[in-house]
């Protein structure tokens, strides 16, 4: 039987074999990457284990339309505050 990863250490290779060319994250439904999740770890959540990792802040998620994008922690792009919505606004 082989070893298999660790659920970090799967999503970590995902983000980057699976990433497009110019994007630092994947997207988890467009990219495949739930139904390989769910292939590797038998029926396991993918949901429950990205929420869980990005709570120990070992990977990013952005809500998008149709899912969530997932990024490393050292990728991820900043959210900007509302205060630099209010200055770009002039206000």
């Given amino acids: 039987m082989t070893d298999k ?3 970090e250490e799967f999503v970590r290779r995902a983000i980057v074999s699976l990433r497009k060319e110019g994007y630092k ?3 988890t439904v ?3 990457f739930n139904d390989a999740f769910k292939r590797y770890f038998a029926g396991e959540n993918p ?3 990205t929420k869980r990792l990005a709570d120990e802040g070992k990977i990013v998620l ?3 339309r149709g899912g969530v994008m997932i990024y490393l922690p050292e990728e991820a792009p ?3 505050s509302g205060d630099d919505a209010l200055k770009k606004m002039g206000l």
Avoid: D, L, Y
Wanted: avoid cysteine; charge should be positive.
């Fill in 5 to 7: 990863v660790s659920h």
């Fill in 25 to 27: 994250g994947i997207h």
């Fill in 30 to 32: 467009f990219s495949g």
């Fill in 47 to 49: 949901v429950e284990v």
């Fill in 62 to 64: 952005r809500p998008v």
């Fill in 78 to 80: 900043q959210r900007s």
